[in-house]
């Protein structure tokens, strides 16, 4: 094990790739020839920007592609959680089962509507949520159980929903799955179903980073009860005039740019795909990490290029190959993500000492270095050297 701070080389090389992409999918002239013809549409003071019929568009193409039949738009994928948790009703004790590894705009809004968040562990191979720890934690408080594609992996929902009906609530029924696709639009479930298309509602962002991007923010809920889809819409426009609402309607120069990334997704996501499976294929053989899983389909989206280090490394040695990474190499990597709890003050507040160590052990070996379909061929390869290089470096230090 290395004794001291010197065993890692500090910054010689100016980061030439970032720690994360500022933009993930990206934009081309079709973008632009949208959102001229909203702006010559929009300027006139008669018409301005509100726009229901390309919003509506918009929604209906997206129902389309996910084979649902209701799509809500909002102006961001965090306000569409907030939303679908409201129409819950949470009341005090009921519970909320989500993976303690995610990002913790997924947790809040249970905390914020009134929920307890149960914390459980991920699956140790997907690092999405383990169903059979779910079910050692399923009570009859639970309400719903909050499930993330994480990091573009397409979890199956099949086991959830066996679980749900099997755990009815005393009051509501069996609690419902809501599944948090952030990171997997455009993505393929193991029952060969678009994600979007299973459990009472499936929640898209379409921020800046996201797979498909509508000027930086934006959301989409898709779900196949009509109820819930009329209930979203009153939500996010004041109430229509019958309940308590908000306002967090996306704008028509958001829609038309998002009907045409939709149109541009398969192909986004394609070259996503090809570049993580050439990454793997050149990282293929180094014996200090463990690649991310390699699926059929489009079951693994790669919005993250996962990579874990041994057991002994976790913490200091994956501290130290990210600073070897970016200090010698240029390359930038982040922990995407660590436990919520042990990341935010306010959720640690909130789940009384829950602790999840197969999510805290997993995530001291996780990083995940800059991936983007745009890297050039040369700088993947370089990348991947750097990386080889880099892990061999820290293997050294690790086991002298």
């Not at 961001?76 to 129409?87: D, Y």
């Amino acid at each position: 094990m290395p004794t001291d701070a010197t065993t890692v080389p500090r910054a010689r090389t100016p980061r030439r790739w970032p720690d994360e992409p500022a933009q993930g999918g990206w934009y081309t002239e079709a973008e632009s020839a949208a959102v001229r013809e909203v702006m010559a549409d929009s300027l006139p003071w008669q018409t301005g920007w509100r726009g229901k019929d390309r919003i509506a568009a918009f929604e209906d193409a997206f129902a389309d592609k996910t084979r649902v039949r209701h799509a809500v738009a909002f102006n961001g994928g965090g306000p569409a959680l907030e939303m679908v948790l409201n129409c819950l009703d949470l009341q005090p004790g009921d519970e909320v089962i989500s993976c303690a590894l995610n990002f913790v705009g997924t947790h809040l809004p249970v905390i914020h509507q009134g929920g307890d968040l149960v914390l459980a562990e991920p699956d140790p191979a997907t690092l999405n949520l383990d169903a059979a720890d779910v079910a050692r934690r399923l009570t009859p408080r639970t309400r719903a159980i909050l499930l993330t594609h994480w990091n573009g992996l397409a979890a199956d929902l099949r086991p959830f929903l066996d679980l749900t009906q099997r755990h009815p609530h005393p009051h509501h029924g069996p609690p419902v799955v809501i599944v948090d696709a952030a990171r997997a639009c455009g993505g393929t479930t193991p029952a060969g179903l678009p994600v979007g298309a299973e459990g009472w509602a499936t929640i898209f962002s379409f921020e800046t980073k996201k797979l498909m991007t509508t000027f930086g923010q934006g959301g989409m809920v898709t779900t196949g009860d009509a109820q819930l889809a009329d209930r979203l819409r009153r939500l996010r426009t004041y109430g229509l005039s019958q309940e308590w609402g908000t306002n967090q309607q996306l704008t028509k120069i958001q829609a038309a740019v998002g009907l045409t990334q939709l149109e541009r997704l398969e192909e986004m996501n394609t070259a996503r795909i090809t570049r993580a499976h050439q990454r793997s294929r050149l990282l293929d053989g180094i014996p200090y990490l463990t690649l991310p899983p390699l699926l059929h389909g489009r079951q693994h989206l790669y919005y993250r290029y996962n990579l874990l280090v041994p057991e002994a490394w976790a913490g200091a040695g994956r501290d130290a190959l990210m600073e070897v990474l970016a200090d010698q190499y240029g390359l930038g990597s982040i922990i995407n993500d660590p436990p919520t709890y042990a990341s935010h003050d306010y959720i640690r507040a909130h789940t009384d000492g829950q602790v999840c160590p197969r999510a805290e052990q997993l995530a001291d070996r996780l990083f995940c270095p800059c991936l983007h379909p745009q890297i050039s061929d040369a700088d993947e390869r370089e990348i991947c050297e750097a990386i080889r290089k880099a892990t061999d470096h820290v293997a050294r230090a690790f086991t002298s």
